[in-house]
């Protein structure tokens, strides 16, 4: 047997020792091939076993292995430790001292986010059109053909669709999915309803995002947001129609604004008219805004077209209805003197802050 300074178990108690006085990860990593690799006295040590008797290095091998575990098993556990202790030390750098930051939010001001102008805009006129007796719908932006141009009698290469510049999605066979032009595919919807569970009449207005290949300007988006509203009940005319115009004109711009009815072509209403309020920026006088008329058109309506009813199934000789549509961008623009709609969409503080 070899003298003490070669025995497996006082080179492991030294080893021991060695690893217990490593202070850091680096400095363990630098020193694992010295304690337990290849410069280690256990692969000394391992070289020696072959000028032994068979006896004596079957003994001596055995003690050298259960030495090199336990100093292997010291030396992770000591690195598991310093992992932790540099954790816990960069956690403590990265501690933020809650008096500071409680002083800090009592020094500077703190911003406080709210809804945007579109938003707030369109809850406005729900509120208008629900004191009216109006309920409010909703429906997908993204729509069939049939919703977006058939059942509002527009059948395939009718000469109306090139009203609409269209976003077409790619489902389906080409051309059958769309991202709607309007918000009258939702009058479908709700007729639709009406006619299954015998829910008429119809009262309802139907807000939401729509979708034109339009170049923007001042008065027009890629992405606008309309409201549109239908009546569908017994003896509806065209003189309920103008008088719920000029209601919703008065309520919502106040006594100042009055509105007008054009005559106008919409291929799902007959007769169709477009209304417009009197110009908030210039007062009627005339700017850029409203084209130097004074009046700016804020939507079209009419009396629904027969073959609108008949698509959904109502009968066109017993009800009668009205719609309308018109931008609620184009509502705030008044409302709020906004000269170009550009504004809404380029996120300039300035002009969000003064809606908040």
Known sequence: MPDD???????ADDLVNRVHALASLDALREAEASLVGRRSPFAEL??????????????????LQEARRRVEGELE??????????????LEADRLDLGDVVDAAVRLPVAVGHGGLIAATQRELEDVFVAMGFTVEEGPEVESDWYNFEALNMPPAHPARGLWD??????GDPETVVLRTHTSPTQIHLMERATATDGLPIHSVMPGRCYRRDTPDARHLVAFHQIEGLVVAEGITFA????TIESFTTAYFGPSITSRLRPGFFPFTEPSAEFE??????????????????????????MVDPAVLTAVGIDPERYHGFAFGFGIDRCAMMRYEIADLRALTENDVRFVEQFS
Not at 51 to 60: N, Q
Not at 240 to 243: C, K, P, R, S, V
């Open 5 to 11: 300074r070669l025995d497996p178990a006082t080179l």
């Open 46 to 63: 391992q070289r020696t076993l072959g000028a032994l008797d068979e006896e004596e290095r079957r003994t001596l091998g055995a003690s």
């Open 77 to 90: 556990a000591r690195r598991g430790l310093l992992a932790a202790e540099e954790r816990r030390r960069a």
């Open 166 to 171: 269209t976003f077409y999605v790619d489902l």
């Open 240 to 243: 309920d129609l103008a008088g």
């Open 277 to 302: 309020v009197t110009c908030t920026v210039c007062g009627g006088g005339g700017c850029r805004t409203c084209s130097m008329t004074g009046w700016v058109e804020l939507g079209g309506c009419g």
